[in-house]
């Protein structure tokens, strides 16, 4: 028979080549490696049992303290919110307007920070004492220096069963050093390409030994400049000027003359203040208000102590203490100082000198009040967190025990410049009286609105409130682990925990704001509550062949709060099968819950305004394109009413995942593992926008009007009669009240593989890639509802898929990291398409100059992408999804010494 010649194309025979090199390599490393591949016994994230093997029944995925360097991030939550897990949208310190400026979170699956259980060492942190977007109780990710990390492990899916509350989603737990050598001190400065958001950071850490006390320590203190929106060209000017000054006519809806008031004025806002002229009359404007008053990155500076020591009784006694305190300072500017006329009512007046219902509006210029940072909020936040115990092993056992009492506590003080009381009586003189509509009745001087303030005069018609709110955790805790008997294929391993723990927060208000200190009628409550909990848990590895081990666990939770208690009864189970040593086919299934949020359980009615709001409705009826639209993100943004529920019920969760493991030798392993996680009686207090968007859906056709959705939402956005004197048709206040009513489902893939390559004269590379796309994500709000495909919802900015590969090369002294992340698309601000997936580059490179001295060079953003999107209007890039920073780089030295 003839011998076909097979010819190839040149990419053809290079794969070919390539694959041929890789499998010849990976056959020879087997037969080498196959005896080296015994390891020590270790306890990973989803499990209390210590094992050999790193990989179990759930995918674990692991960042070490050194990637998180060498791939370019910043810190602990840099590493985190760009692990593909993270696929969430969340609103962290940098987003601009938020709640929560001074914190950090991630949302494992797009399910919410309040569904990833964040652990520090296995134990709980104290809760972020404010609510994530005014709602949910979460974990901050900012204080924890990126120095002392040992490694990060990601823990797919429910795990409940073995830590209790919140594990729906995933777990992460942040395992810290405990053992180093000698004294290490290390500098890094960076700043962006650009301009803007510069920072620099210092860490000193080393050891204690002294005869069997062993102690680590590491002191870290970093400084954050702010990045402006006015430091990029692309954002810091707005299309349509916002107006800075006016006066106007209620009944006429006119705009009354100003005469040459915004020609005299026209240095204020850089310059750029004008008289702007529309169909309804003219008002000064400038288009670089918003811009001036908008930080893309706060400014921030922290100060992180870390301590860890043990001591050794004996050679199965060991006494240990864990104490980690921080201290953090933040200041960010969402808003511009403004004033309008007799805002506690109705913001209009009766003008004796006009005879005419009039409305006054005035944006104090950063020229006139002491420059642009005078308006700043501040967060002075404090942290601290002790870990106290005793392990080791029972007298006369194979036992081991680790009885432990942890407790965290945190607290956030906001201090937020406020308008005083007296600031009508300084523009309008002394109130009249009310007319018989109760309208305040004034005789202005038209030139106090129009004249330039001083700083002395800005100072007595402004203060700024101080609240306080903190956040407590306590933890008692006896666990054991140790073998049963001896199964022909192996040992049965058993676990088991015992917990007692309490939880409190307290939102404590400036108390001149209920006083009529300030020029606000929205009362603020004084909230706070507690709970505690039980938990009995235990859990049993069988190995029922050579081939094939089962798991499973248990656990009891019991909360006490509200005059009431919660109990849960959440269970798990695992099976590995090893069809060949180089083999893993894995599988789980969980049940998981989370106690209600006790910022759900114990708010009264809490009032406030949103930092900006869009009001899709006006803008969808008046035809108007959202980029353009004269509702789109106008500050200061809509009021809102939340009220608590004590009688809320936990929520329940499902989880299951198979996978695949090949690991044919030390060089390289690949696996891909499918995970699918259900919530339902899912507490439901939805954003503000989300709800907006709906509202605008339901009113112009596009959803049912008469489906329980439609229903619910209207209900909730109150606005004012279409015929009303002033405000006619705008928003009112939005009700944002929780209940057990959602249910959500979603699924998806995670890939990931390694391959280490060894040479002789080129040195050694390490390839890795981990990849995740979600392949379905539904939900509704209501039992009756019909399931929303929330992954085509062109309003989820939700990751629909995530990829990171890098490459690390090593070569005599130098290691050289290039780290590739490629974000999938979401939808553009108008929500009309998607944003193509954008690529992001970063590189690394460390010089060992000698046995104590490195040097660094890390550039992130490489190519200096910035993600555009003009769709939605101003500030012309996706806020929250992307950055705005550009390129950005650091120079790092790091010295050893003392070892």
Not at 316 to 322: G, I
Not at 551 to 580: M, Q, V
Request: charged letters at 20%; aromatic letters at 10%.
């Amino acid at each position: 028979m003839p011998t076909k010649k097979i010819k190839l194309k040149p990419l053809s025979a290079c794969v070919v080549s390539a694959l041929t090199l890789f499998y010849s390599h990976v056959a020879m490393a087997q037969t080498a490696q196959k005896e080296d591949k015994k390891e020590e016994s270790v306890v990973i994230t989803g499990s209390r049992i210590p094992r050999a093997s790193l990989e179990g029944p759930a995918a674990v995925t692991i960042i070490t303290g050194e990637e998180i360097t060498r791939q370019g991030y910043k810190n602990v939550y840099d590493a985190l919110n760009n692990a593909v897990q993270n696929s969430g949208f969340t609103q962290g310190e940098d987003f601009g307007n938020t709640f929560t400026p001074s914190a950090n979170t991630i949302s494992l699956r797009g399910l919410g920070p309040n569904h990833t259980l964040i652990l520090l060492d296995g134990r709980r942190m104290a809760d972020f004492p404010i609510a994530y977007e005014g709602t949910v109780n979460f974990t901050n990710l900012a204080n924890i220096p990126s120095n002392i990390v040992e490694r990060i492990e990601i823990l797919n899916g429910g795990a409940s069963a073995i830590y209790g509350s919140d594990a729906i989603a995933g777990v992460v737990n942040i395992i810290l050093k405990k053992h180093t050598q000698g004294y290490n001190i290390n500098a890094k400065i960076g700043d962006t390409e650009r301009g803007g958001g510069g920072n620099k950071r210092v860490q000193f850490s080393g050891t204690v030994n002294v005869d069997q006390l062993q102690s680590l320590f590491s002191l870290e203190y970093s400084e954050r400049e702010p990045l402006r929106a006015t430091q990029r060209d692309f954002m810091a000017l707005r299309s349509t000027p916002s107006a800075t000054l006016y006066r106007k006519d209620i009944k006429t809806g006119r705009y009354i003359d100003l005469g040459d008031a915004c020609s005299q004025l026209s240095d204020f806002f850089d310059g750029t203040q004008i008289s702007y002229k529309t169909s309804k009359g003219s008002y000064c404007a400038s288009p670089r208000l918003s811009p001036m008053h908008w930080t893309v990155q706060t400014k921030n500076q922290s100060l992180n102590f870390f301590s860890s020591s043990n001591l050794t009784l004996n050679a199965d006694t060991t006494l240990f203490a864990d104490i980690l305190l921080g201290k953090n300072k933040t200041e960010n500017d969402t808003r511009s100082p403004s004033w309008v006329s007799s805002s506690t009512n109705q913001s209009y007046f009766w003008n004796k000198n006009t005879n005419a219902y009039e409305a006054w509006s005035k944006v104090f210029a950063p020229e006139e009040i002491n420059g642009v940072n005078r308006f700043n909020r501040r967060w002075d936040d404090t942290s601290a967190g002790i870990n106290l115990g005793i392990r080791g092993v029972l007298p006369g056992s194979q036992w081991n025990y680790e009885a432990a009492y942890s407790a965290s506590a945190y607290r956030s003080e906001n201090v937020v410049p406020r308008t005083l009381a007296n600031i009508d009586t300084f523009f309008l003189g002394p109130k009249l009286g009310l007319d018989s509509a109760g309208i305040a009745i004034y005789a202005p001087d038209v030139q106090r609105l129009t004249r330039r303030l001083t700083p002395e005069e800005f100072n007595q018609i402004t203060a700024a409130s101080r609240s306080a709110d903190s956040s407590r955790t306590q933890t008692l805790s006896v666990a054991l682990n140790g073998e049963l008997w001896q199964l022909p294929a192996g040992a049965i391993k058993t676990a088991g925990i015992a917990e007692i723990g309490n939880q409190s927060f307290d939102n404590l208000p400036d108390p001149q704001i209920n006083q009529g200190v300030f020029n606000t009628v929205t009362k603020s409550d004084d909230v706070r509550g507690s709970r505690k909990r039980y938990a009995l848990g235990a859990e049993v590895y069988v190995p029922l062949l050579k081939e094939v081990t089962a798991s499973l666990a248990g656990r009891y939770d019991d909360y006490h709060f509200a005059g009431r208690k919660d109990g849960k009864l959440t269970y798990n189970g695992g099976l590995e099968i090893r069809p060949t040593q180089e083999l893993l086919l894995r599988a789980n299934y969980a049940t998981s819950f989370r106690a209600p949020d006790m910022n759900y359980i114990f708010k009264a009615r809490g009032t406030g305004y949103y930092s900006s709001t869009t009001d899709y409705y006006r803008c969808k009826a008046e035809g108007q394109e959202l980029k353009d639209c004269d509702y789109a993100n106008y500050s200061p943004g809509a009021n809102y009413v939340q009220f608590g529920s004590p009688d809320l019920k936990s929520e329940k969760g499902k989880s299951f995942g198979v996978g695949v493991v090949w690991s044919p030798s030390n060089q390289f392993d690949v696996s891909l593992d499918y995970w699918n996680i259900k919530i339902s009686d899912m507490v439901v207090n939805l954003s503000a926008d989300q709800l907006l968007r709906d509202e605008a859906d339901c009113r112009t056709g596009k959803r049912d009007i008469k489906s329980s959705l439609c229903a619910d939402t209207i209900n909730r956005i109150k606005r004012y009669p279409t015929n009303a004197l002033s405000h006619a048709g705008e928003i009112q206040e939005i009700w944002v009240n929780p209940i057990n009513a959602a249910y959500q489902a979603t699924s998806g893939i995670d890939i990931s593989a390694k391959y280490l390559l060894k040479t002789t004269t080129a040195g050694s590379f390490t390839f890795k890639a981990n990849y995740s796309k979600v392949l379905s994500k539904k939900s509704k709000q209501f039992e009756g509802d019909a399931l929303y495909d929330d992954l085509a919802d062109l309003g989820n900015s939700d990751w629909r898929d995530k990829l990171i590969a890098s490459v690390n090369w090593n070569k005599g002294d130098w290691s050289n990291t290039l780290t590739v992340t490629r974000y999938g698309k979401i939808p553009n601000g108008s929500g009309e398409y998607y944003l193509s997936p954008t690529g992001i580059a970063n590189w690394s490179t460390v010089y060992q100059a000698s046995k104590n001295l490195s040097v660094s060079l890390i550039i992130n953003n490489v190519f200096n992408k910035i993600k555009y999107d003009y769709s939605g209007g101003w500030p012309n890039y996706p806020v929250g999804s992307f950055t705005p920073f550009g390129r950005q780089g650091w120079l790092e030295v790091n010295y050893k010494f003392g070892a």
